[in-house]
């Protein structure tokens, strides 16, 4: 049996113990509410496998406009659970549970003032009403600033199987206080016609399912990585699975087997936040800006991938845990997804004077997570490349969140994607924190770009061009832009190791080069995530310092915490332990073709060795070995395929 390590994430028995503790404090009343118990990580990492944890979660006593930061240690080989403190928070901050979330919904759609607005649109059976409370952090009405609050989208179904985020109820904005669950306010910007269309996308609804050929992903033998607990190895890579609450899955210790030598990549990489601005000035699209990790929590909207699994192959699955929002242990089965996949090319070279080929198809180990944030799907694929290469690949998909539209207007910023319905231009932005190790703790940032030589003894031809390096010192430096068009990149380097060259060794990472926040300066959207302004941040670690918008980002005071905040301190970077904090970002104006469910869209970014290693450090992999052809037989082809011997040295296909 394995034994529980520092970094495996909080377990069903911890969350039950824990809780149990808290619920016999009587100072949480009739009624708490909890949110986000996680390992603190900072102080487990010195623990022996088996010792008791320190964790740390928030329970909130409605009643009493009271919140709480409970800290604690779970039971193991050396200790019994106990609490250690309780840290009053301010009660409209912490994140809000699906629980939570859920109670408002039913406590909304029961109200009689919102069952009058809903008649007056034609909708008697309120039953078939969700009303989705979102975040509200920075258009909290004045007069109730001081209450833990909500605003509420409206939608109406069809029936109970109905698309429930295809007919927006129009005009309607219910302000909630999440404590009393009462509607405080109800504004009615005034009826508009329900969309006239199904929004349904299940098999079937638009006609008899396509036919495709049957596709299989085989491994006769197994999958090429062995797991222990949640430590994982494949191909030269090494790491282990962690997931919390706030950021659902983590990647920590990830290391590279160099020969004898394990070298350390990343100590911890994780999605650390994301922020969802919409762009539309309309009464019910104005507030759609969303902290969903800080004001909700990746963890517990992380799909069961039971529910309907995205992965093909030879697959190896983690459930995952979380705290629900009455303070029950819940489990995702198969919230985690880990598997090999054929990715194309490794390297390839025809000798034309020979005739000799050599290619080698490339593998990579993906490590997945889906989260389902009401209405969108995010799903979060970190891969790990033969060639030392790591990717985060970001998949959008879901439904959009659509507005309702006047008969014959058009939507000014945004798109119709059906009859009265628009989708207000919107951005997603994800803020990725990556604690590097690359070759040991201490690294530097270092920004490159191309540049021309401009001295002409140098350059007689014109054509001479310099990649220009430099170090960024400290942090007051350290909110960095891209831009393509001078070939923008960072290193990270290792202060402590240099390669055959002399150079530090290094990792390489290239940041997509998006759109960034439009949003006028002093607009709750530029002073909420001032972060998004730039493509890469970089900070000296601080146990302290986990969220970059901050620990409690609901109804915080508008960009004042996290990370601008922390680089006032203008720490030196260079050879600190460094945490970078990339922020990539979609700018989504809709297409209709996005409508009523959205095709896949992808956003990412990767991080390649870069004089990490003395040459291309997948040499070593062999040429693959297929039973399968890849040319498209003809007749004769697939009869003589019996007879076919396999080429020496196994010149199997690789097709591109
Ligand atoms: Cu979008």
Known sequence: MTIRTWSDPVTPAEITEIAALVRSDERIGERPRFWGIAVEESLARALSPGQGRPVRLVVMNPDAHAAWEVTGWTSGSDR???????????????????????????????????????????????????????????????????????????????????????????????????????????EDHGVIPMASETGNYRSGTWGPDREVAPLEIIQPEGPGFHVDGHSVTWQNWSFRIGFTHREGLVLHDVGYQDGETLRPVLRRAAINEMYVPYLDADPTAYRKNFFDWGEYGAGPLTASLELGCDCLGEIRYFDAHYIDGYGDAKTIVNGICMHEEDDSILWKHVNTRTGEADVRRQRRLVISFFATVANYDYGFYWSLYQDGAIELEVKLTGILSVSGIEDGAEPAYGRMVAPHVQAPTHQHYFAIRMDTAIDGPRNRLVEVHAEVEEDETLNPFGNAVRMVSTTIGSESEAARSNDASRAVHWRIESTERTNRYGD??????????????????????????????????????????????????????????????????????????????????????????????????RIGFRMEPDGFFDRNPALDVPPSVSKAHCHAPTADARAARTELPMAGGGHACACH
């Open 80 to 186: 019994e659970a106990s609490l250690s403190g309780w840290s009053p928070v301010d009660a409209k901050r912490p994140g809000v549970s699906s629980d939570e979330a859920r109670m408002v919904a039913v406590a909304a759609r029961n109200s009689p003032i919102l069952k009058e607005a809903l008649a007056r649109r034609g909708i008697h059976d309120s039953s078939l009403v969700w009303v989705d409370p979102e975040s509200i952090t920075g258009f909290e009405p004045e007069d109730l600033a001081d209450r833990r609050l909500s605003w509420g989208t409206v939608w109406h179904r069809e029936s109970e199987d109905d698309n429930g985020y295809a007919r927006p109820v129009a005009g309607l904005v219910p302000i909630i206080d999440l404590e009393t669950l009462e509607i405080v306010r109800l």
């Open 504 to 601: 530090p060794t290094s990792f390489r990472l290239v940041l997509p080069n998006t759109t960034r926040l439009f949003a006028k300066p002093g607009s709750v959207v530029e002073r909420k995530a001032p972060f998004i302004a730039k493509h890469l941040w970089a900070t000296a670690y601080d146990p302290s310092e986990r969220f970059i918008a901050g620990e409690y980002p609901n109804q915080a005071p508008l960009g004042e915490e996290g990370i601008t905040a922390w680089q006032q301190a203008d720490r030196p970077l260079d050879g600190a332990e460094l945490v970078v904090w990339p922020i990539v970002g979609v700018h989504h104006y809709v297409r209709p073709e996005d409508w009523p469910i959205m095709p896949l869209q």
